[in-house]
């Protein structure tokens, strides 16, 4: 069992920046692939981005590539979702996944947080 908790959410202006953190516990860091979503209001849950157990891959929807990234602290069991030039199309629920593989994680069939609220203002 993988406990996962979100935290950094909060209001930014179009154009700003924010850093969501996902501290994880339960489970060996170094064997867990860790991801993000997003559930905009109305619409149904989509993959953002996720990292591999190694740290040496990640990947992105094409929809934030270029402006997220994905780091982790293995030393704290942190992972990190930085987001730069952000957009109002944006604001959704950010949820922390972590799971066997990126493919695991990729798939939705991971572990999840109970997710924290990004809101970008135009």
């Known amino acids: 069992q993988v406990q996962l908790v979100e935290s950094g959410g909060g209001l930014v202006q179009a154009g700003g920046s924010l850093r969501l953190s996902c501290a994880a516990s339960?489970?060996?860091?170094?064997?867990?692939?860790m991801g993000w979503f997003r559930q905009a209001p109305g619409k149904e849950r989509e993959f953002v981005g996720v990292?591999?157990?190694?740290?040496?891959?990640?990947y992105f929807a094409d929809s934030v590539k270029g402006r997220f990234t994905i780091s982790g602290d293995h030393a704290k069991n942190l992972v990190f979702l930085q987001m730069n030039s952000l957009k109002p199309e944006d604001t959704a629920v950010y949820y922390c996944?972590?799971?066997?593989?990126?493919?695991?994680?990729?798939?939705?069939?991971?572990?999840w947080g109970q997710g924290t609220q990004v809101t970008v203002s135009s």
């Open positions: 339960g489970r060996t860091f170094s064997s867990l692939a």
């Open positions: 996944s972590a799971g066997g593989s990126t493919v695991v994680v990729r798939a939705a069939q991971g572990y």
């Open positions: 990292m591999s157990s190694t740290g040496d891959s990640t």
